[in-house]
Nanobody, 122 residues
Framework: EVQLVESGGGLVQAGESLRLSCVTS????????IAWYRQAPGKEREGVSC????????YYSDSVKGRFTVSRDNAENTAYLQMDLLKPEDTAVYYC???????????????WGPGTQVTVSQ
């Protein structure tokens, strides 16, 4: 059974940092990209970052570029999203998923898990 479990969210002040984790099981981790998404109240889910499998590249949305860093530990089947210089507009539920590649990751559809809540106060 494919599982991806997000954790690491919380309440922080603007300018602070958080690191999200995505622990996976049930598939060959290195064969797949790992992408992060977020959904704020009343808004569409958006893709914010993607790390390719097999040592490929990383990608970021314009809204997080330069502040967020995606990484993956293939030995631990785990991906991370380091979020620095957080802003109130980063407040959302964050999700991870495993598309086949980062191409078009923004439009990937899946059965989303519960995600992890990130709240950034002024």
């Amino acid at each position: 059974e494919v599982q991806l479990v997000e954790s690491g969210g919380g309440l922080v002040q603007a300018g602070e940092s958080l690191r999200l984790s995505c622990v996976t099981s049930g598939f060959i981790f290195d064969w797949y990209a790992i992408a992060w998404y977020r959904q704020a109240p009343g808004k569409e889910r958006e893709g914010v970052s993607c790390a390719s499998g097999g040592g490929g590249g990383t990608y970021y949305s314009d809204s997080v570029k330069g502040r967020f860093t995606v990484s993956r530990d293939n030995a631990e089947n785990t991906a991370y999203l380091q979020m620095d210089l957080l802003k109130p507009e980063d407040t959302a539920v964050y999700y991870c998923a495993a598309p086949l590649s980062c191409e078009g990751y923004e439009h990937f559809k899946t059965n989303w898990g519960p995600g992890t809540q990130v709240t950034v106060s002024q």
